[in-house]
């Protein structure tokens, strides 16, 4: 990176004139903070940073940063949380990482049932706030301490999505940030004075000018203020919790709520029942509890996971179903549910845990599904963890999605680690109509495994788009590379991201890949 | 499924990787940057306004303001990746934190791992590297002139306890020996606590004695601030002192002083009981031997000083992966709650979540700004409870929570807990 050339020095000295000396930085220091996380590519690329790291203060000050970017023709990306480097670290010269630090704005609004939230704004302190006054959000399993506005806009799996919906779908109005530095917003936002209570129109929809399910990372536009659906919390106001920090647990009043952990003899059987408990529209929260994350998330050292490990402690309960009844509305309801669910389970052939490892389980790790809590575990395992093979479709699409993911496994372990019998998470949304499946491989974070993990991707990327599979991996390889799989969707996309990105300095690479699309046009034409 | 498949095992080939121990640059390579060091853990965040646990990172905002931007630098700086010259903001980046721990205490949630011993050492590794922050450089010369970390005399040490009879045991032997630690020494505001304090142990028939004017530094804010040797000279002289004077209990009322002699010293062959004075008090009120007898109608909030809590967990030998973050979190609080007519409410951020005052890490010398910024954060925590004062245990935090109230011409009392406990009696 050419730190300290003229062009840079000229950037520098602009982003100043935009937010003055405290809130831009391109010493070496403070750019290296920017420069790897938890994740294969990240950790390969560890030492290319960007060259300037700024902190806007509002949407105005995002908008000059745009403008400036488009002036000097200098790449950026966008930062909140903090975490997925692979999707916004520096790829190119000149790099400019927005941090939204300063962007923290919170705004309950009861009567609505929403919140208003800027950047920065954690999904803990929405559900603190919102919990004041009996109202909730969902809670993405990486953990509550993520951005809030992030996490609906690119993927969050919400522990409670179940009922509560899809991240994407809670998600009511969006002030943007075009990457020619235009405003935009959506739904009822964009009528004057009428607020951010309705997501649709007027108009086209524009919510999904960010991509469907994962997001665009970014690359058409940058959501500065986003409007989210709370959802009633028949809780407390705060979570009663007790012990010490890493033994914390957590007790929900059990008159409002109560967890079920039902064991099936197949993968067949526990999702023909989630479709017979999803068809009775009863619970708040229901996932299938992998062995290898039920172990990861309650070993409260590594060496107690590799304890477990070899007891096969977690691998005892394969097939498991996780699902907490709440009790919305009243008691009643919570006896209601029970009797509903009871009768499924003895019809579906289930079998509910004993009590010693409900006991363990619910307070200390169950609990955390209203406010997650132990998931950044996942990368103590072995130091790094490829979240491959990741799906979202209809439900029952797990069950061709199990053996496939399996048998590729089994080839790329090693470099994986050993699961607890297997890593195969299940989380259905609304009602499950809709499902997501994660089977997440833990690695050691060696340089040499992680050339083999990258090696086991393109794979993947490959056996998905000749499936024409929707994973993880697809979603998030830019869509000129799988694009021609899909009906050719990477066209009118290619087209929108000219249409608005012009200089293609909003996280290029990214999502779209302009370049490689112009390399290839310009081939075609040299053979035409 | 990826186990048991009729080959070998596929299991972690570096032995860290399942079962933990000390090794520093693993500690920063494994580094994820899951961000759960920047903040309160998420079941315990009660409220947005004070769900940062940080005090850097949230001053700051720069991510290599926290604990998880000072891992990317100390690999960076152990792989010969990042040189001192590199950036002229390095070595502030080292020092702008005030160690509280709380970065290192949500880390060992997820990680089970010890981040503040990696930036302890890094500052342990500047000043071998001869980078000395120019701050703290007359802090130390006057250390090694003066033997106190407050720019103080050697011959002003003993002042505070001028007119208390009290045993001096450089003259004679004794068992108990109370450490009163330099920011109470030099601090003239404080001078009354600390009396209150020997006199507390005295009156319940304590056999106390100090060590007078001969007291020196206990060595634990050089160590903090990475000057090893100067803390190891220290705590030398003072184990040999106090085993010249047939001591056997050391009590202070100083959390840093105490963490450094319970657990610092430990390291160096110390055998003697440590006590801070919140403990001492809790065992001779649960004794019968201290009684509170006057009714004090005051709404209170008390302050964890970081090192009467979470740092006693994270000493240098004293980690145990998957323990809890263990600190003196009771004992003042029965304290408390025993007097008559005080009510207790928490703040948002309390025991192994606390806010620093932001007097730590040299921070109080350093950047003052900052360490006032720390602290104003800390009276608005309270303030937030409707207490009309703040309890604390340390005169660090003291100094530092006292100081933003006036600042901030705020209404707030700031009380050290013995200070209370003599209204009750």
């Known amino acids: 990176m050419p730190l300290g050339d003229e062009k840079h020095k000229l950037i520098y000295k602009e982003l100043v004139n935009v937010l003055g000396f405290d809130y831009v930085a391109d010493g070496a220091a403070i750019v290296r903070a920017y420069s790897r996380d938890m994740f294969a590519v990240s950790v390969l690329r560890r030492k290319r940073g960007p060259e300037f790291i700024v902190l806007p203060g509002n949407t105005e000050d995002v908008q000059r940063i745009v403008q400036l970017a488009n002036r000097y023709k200098f790449p950026f990306s966008v930062m909140s949380g903090g975490w997925m480097l692979p999707l916004m670290g520096a790829a190119k010269q000149y790099w400019c990482i927005i941090d939204f630090k300063r962007m923290n704005g919170l705004k309950i609004d009861e009567k609505n049932m929403c919140a208003v939230i800027e950047p920065s704004v954690t999904h803990a302190q929405v559900q603190a706030e919102a919990m004041k006054v009996g109202l909730y959000n969902g809670i993405p399993l990486v953990g509550a301490h993520m951005s809030a506005l992030a996490n609906h806009a690119w993927h969050g799996w919400h522990g409670t999505a179940y009922r509560s919906g899809f991240s994407t779908r809670n998600i009511l109005g969006m002030e943007l940030v075009l990457p020619d530095g235009e405003l935009l917003t959506t739904g009822s936002l964009a009528s004057p004075e009428a607020g951010s209570f309705w997501g649709e129109g007027p108009g086209p929809d524009l919510r999904n000018l960010r991509k469907g399910i994962v997001g665009d990372d970014g690359s058409l536009g940058i959501i500065t203020r986003m409007t989210i659906k709370l959802h009633p919390w028949p809780g407390p106001r705060f979570l009663p919790t007790e012990g010490v920090r890493p033994q914390k647990r957590c007790q929900l009043p059990t008159n409002r709520f109560k967890w079920y952990f039902i064991n099936y003899p197949t993968e067949k059987a526990l999702i023909d029942a989630m479709y017979e408990i999803g068809k009775a529209e009863i619970g708040g929260s229901m996932e299938r509890f992998d062995p290898q994350r039920m172990a990861y998330e309650y070993a409260k050292s590594r060496q107690e996971y590799w304890q477990l490990f070899n007891e096969r402690y977690w691998q005892s309960y394969p097939n498991t179903i996780g699902i907490c009844l709440w009790g919305f509305a009243s008691e009643r309801q919570l006896k209601y549910e029970e009797k509903v669910l009871e009768q499924i389970i003895e019809e579906t052939g289930g079998k509910l845990w004993p009590d010693e490892a409900y006991q363990k389980f619910v307070p200390y790790v169950a609990n955390s599904r209203t406010r997650s809590i132990w998931g950044p575990r996942w990368c103590r395992i072995g130091g790094s963890m490829q979240t491959g093979w990741l799906m979202m479709d209809t439900l029952d699409s797990v069950l061709d999605y199990f053996p496939t993911v399996w048998e590729h496994m089994n080839r790329y372990t090693p470099p994986y680690l050993e699961g607890q019998g297997d890593s195969a998470w299940v989380l259905t949304f609304d009602f499950c109509h809709f499902a997501g499946a994660d089977n997440a491989g833990p690695f050691e974070k060696q340089d040499e495994q992680i050339k083999g993990v990258l090696g086991e991707a393109m794979e993947q990327i490959g056996i998905d788009t000749k499936n024409s599979m929707a994973t993880f991996e697809v979603a998030t390889t830019p869509v000129n590379v799988t694009g021609p799989a899909f009906a050719n969707f990477h066209i009118p996309l290619a087209k929108i991201k000219k249409a608005i990105d012009p200089n293609n300095v909003s996280n290029p690479t990214r999502f779209i890949d302009m370049d490689a699309i112009a390399r290839a046009e310009q081939e075609k034409a040299k053979s035409d | ?425």
Not at chain 2, 62 to 89: K, V
Not at chain 2, 100 to 118: I, S
Not at chain 2, 317 to 334: K, L, S
Request: with cysteine; hydrophobic share 40%.
């Open chain 2, 1 to 425: 499924m990826a186990t048991e498949k009729g080959k070998a095992l596929s299991l972690p080939t570096d032995d860290w990787n399942s079962k933990y121990y000390w090794d520093m640059r693993k500690v920063a390579w494994n580094c994820a940057r899951c961000s759960t060091c920047k903040w309160v853990d998420v079941w315990e965040v009660k409220d947005a306004r004070f769900a940062k646990i940080c005090p850097s990172s949230l001053y700051y905002l720069f991510d290599a303001y926290s604990n998880q931007g000072r891992m990317d630098l100390a690999l960076a700086l152990i792989d010969g990746d990042l040189t001192y010259d590199d950036d002229p903001e390095l070595l502030d980046i080292i020092y702008k934190c005030n160690t509280c721990g709380g970065c290192d205490a949500m880390c060992k949630g997820v990680q089970d791992m010890e981040p503040l011993r990696v930036m302890l050492e890094i500052r342990a590794k500047s000043i071998e590297d001869g980078q000395l922050l120019p701050q703290l450089m007359p802090i130390i010369d006057n250390l090694r002139k003066e033997d106190n970390m407050m720019m103080g005399k050697k011959a002003d040490r003993g002042k505070w306890a001028e007119g208390l009879e009290v045993k001096d045991l450089t003259m004679e032997q004794g068992e108990v020996v109370f450490h009163a630690g330099c920011r109470v020494c030099y601090d003239e505001e404080l001078w009354p606590v600390a009396r209150g304090m020997v006199t507390l142990l005295k009156n319940a028939g304590v056999d106390v004695g100090i060590m007078g004017k001969d007291e020196t530094c206990c060595g634990g804010r050089a160590f903090q601030m990475g000057y090893q040797g100067e803390f190891t000279k220290y705590a030398e002289n003072n184990l040999e002192a106090w085993k010249n004077a047939g001591v056997k209990t050391v009590v202070t009322g100083c959390a840093d002083g105490y963490y450094a002699i319970k657990r610092l010293y430990t390291q160096l062959g110390a055998e003697f009981e440590v006590l801070h004075i919140v403990e001492y008090i809790d065992r001779l009120m649960k004794e019968g031997k201290i009684k509170f007898t006057r009714n004090v109608p005051m709404r209170v909030t008390y302050h964890d000083p970081c090192h009467l809590g979470r740092r006693l967990a994270q000493a240098p030998g004293f980690y145990v992966p998957g323990a809890p973050m263990m600190g003196v979190y009771e004992p003042p609080r029965d304290i408390i709650k025993s007097i008559p007519g005080v009510e207790l409410v928490e703040m948002c951020r309390i025991k192994e979540y606390s806010w620093c005052c932001g007097g730590g890490g040299g921070v109080i010398d350093a950047y003052p700004e900052f360490n006032n910024f720390t602290a104003t954060e800390r009276i608005k925590e309270a303030e937030a409870t409707g207490a009309e004062a703040i309890i604390t245990a340390c005169p660090w935090c003291q100094r530092s929570l006292t100081d933003a109230v006036t600042d901030v011409e705020g209404k707030m009392k700031v009380i050290d807990i013995v200070e209370l406990i003599q209204q009750a009696m």
